[in-house]
């Protein structure tokens, strides 16, 4: 187990419809990233978060938003839900910002219909 | 632009083989972090090694080992003795300072089955 936890862990939503994801980092983790993989793909990077601030963002618009929380947990909103945003979403902490060790949550799937 | 390639997209083998899943990458940075993650089928990517580009030694964990050869931009994943419990998706990953922040760029993936 890697302490970090995700939810809800399944949802389904209709196109047009916006959803929150949630993540509890692990304990002293102070970065959280977001990571969407498609089915049968690689996760692909949607954006980081330091000290609750954005910390760099991957190719996807910008009704991808999230925070960050005092605590470190930290949201993933979508807005105006398309039929491709239907993946798993990966939540990641680090104990520091860009060491690249990740430690990945077991994902929320999003299905879009 | 980053980019990590795994051609092989599913291996089997029997119990007790070794076998060597493939990674070549490609990146215009001198400086990058290359690693390796597991996915089981719970969902969650276990990280199982970093290597940055200045240390070509080859690294071995009990039944793991990593071949890292910057000639050929080769970060290949060797396990030994392989068990049932091996059976996984294995992701290869680049990290260079390309973006904004020390994202990781993911291969496709390849889906190890070892069969009893």
């Known amino acids: 187990e890697t302490g970090v936890t995700q939810s809800p862990t399944h949802l389904i939503k209709t196109r047009g419809q916006q959803v929150t994801l949630r993540c509890s980092s692990q304990s002293g983790h102070n970065t959280v990233s977001w990571y969407q993989q498609a089915l049968g793909q690689g996760p692909q990077f949607i954006f980081q978060?330091?000290?609750?601030?954005?910390?760099g963002r991957g190719n996807f618009p910008p009704r991808f938003s999230g925070l960050q929380f005092p605590n470190y947990s930290s949201e993933l909103n979508v807005n105006a839900l398309e039929l491709d945003d239907s993946a798993l979403y990966l939540c990641?902490?680090?104990?520091?910002?860009?060491?690249?060790?990740?430690?990945f949550g077991e994902g929320s799937r999003l299905t879009v219909l | 632009a980053q980019k990590v390639t795994q051609a092989q997209t599913e291996i089997s083998v029997v119990e007790k083989e070794d076998v060597t899943l493939d990674c070549v990458y490609e990146?215009?940075?001198?400086?990058?972090?290359l690693f390796w993650y597991k996915q089981p089928p719970s969902g969650e990517l276990v990280f199982l090694i970093r290597r940055n580009s200045f240390d070509e030694q080859n690294e071995i964990s009990g039944r793991y080992s990593w071949n890292f050869q910057k000639s050929t931009s080769s970060f290949n994943f060797t396990i030994t003795a392989s068990q049932v419990v091996d059976s996984a998706v294995y992701f290869c990953?680049?990290?260079?300072?390309?973006?904004?922040?020390?994202?990781?760029?993911f291969g496709s993936g390849t889906q190890l089955t070892v069969l009893p």
């Open positions: 990953a680049l990290s260079d300072n390309s973006g904004s922040a020390r994202q990781l760029t």
């Open positions: 990146t215009r940075d001198t400086t990058y972090y």
């Open positions: 990641a902490s680090e104990r520091e910002v860009n060491t690249g060790e990740l430690f």
């Open positions: 978060y330091y000290r609750e601030e954005e910390n």
